[in-house]
Nanobody
């Protein structure tokens, strides 16, 4: 059973930055993919970014390219999301997700088997 705990959310002005963190604990020695999704009330949870352990390849939604950066620490059990140039439309509950086994699909919710409870990001205009 994988447990994920997010932190780092908060209130920031437009143009500002935040860094989200997510720590994973559980039996798995490694997590093939770790990702961030976000959700606002009444909308579907949407993909933000993912990090693949093999080759440290990263994947981003078009709306965050050039503004957000996903990374992992050396243990590969903590994933970060550096968010710069934040916009009011980035306001959402941000969720961390992991997948233990190999996959070629990183953008969909169904690809991930464990989720955190979320951390709120609010960007004021």
């Amino acid at each position: 059973q994988v447990q994920l705990v997010e932190s780092g959310g908060g209130l920031v002005q437009a143009g500002g930055s935040l860094r989200l963190s997510c720590g994973a604990s559980g039996r798995a020695s490694a997590y093939y993919a770790m990702a961030w999704f976000r959700q606002t009330p009444g909308k579907e949870r949407e993909f933000v970014a993912a990090h693949r352990a093999s080759g440290s390849k990263t994947y981003y939604a078009d709306f965050v390219k050039g503004r957000f950066t996903i990374s992992r620490d050396s243990t590969m059990r903590t994933v970060y999301l550096q968010m710069d140039s934040l916009k009011p439309e980035d306001t959402a509950l941000y969720y961390c997700a992991v997948r233990v086994t190999q996959t070629d699909s990183f953008y969909t919710r169904d690809s991930y088997s464990a989720w955190g409870r979320g951390t709120q990001v609010t960007v004021s205009s």
